[in-house]
């Protein structure tokens, strides 16, 4: 299992821990053993290792700066670049 599913699995255990002792204040010392849990970290691997590729570069640099909207654009996309931004369908 991936650390990030692993991680992603525990947050939702932590989460409803957290609920259980809302609602039954009587369990907290089990639960408070699942809410202590820690996650699993692991070297992760992010778009900054690639972010001076040269299909990114090619991107900005096929933006015309000299607009408002140009500007605005390259603001955009260099943002979300630089702070490995992800694209999640609905």
Do not use: C
């Amino acid at each position: 299992m991936a650390v990030a599913t692993r991680n992603a699995r525990l947050a939702a255990m932590h989460a409803f821990a957290r609920f259980l002792i809302s609602e039954h204040p009587e369990y907290m010392d089990t639960l408070q053993l699942v809410v202590t849990l820690p996650f699993k970290r692991a070297r992760g691997w992010h778009l900054s290792n690639i972010s001076m590729s040269p299909e990114i570069k090619s991107v900005l640099a096929r933006i015309a700066r000299r607009t408002p909207s140009g500007q605005r654009d390259y603001a955009l996309f260099s943002l979300m670049f630089n702070t490995d931004a992800r694209v999640q369908g609905s």
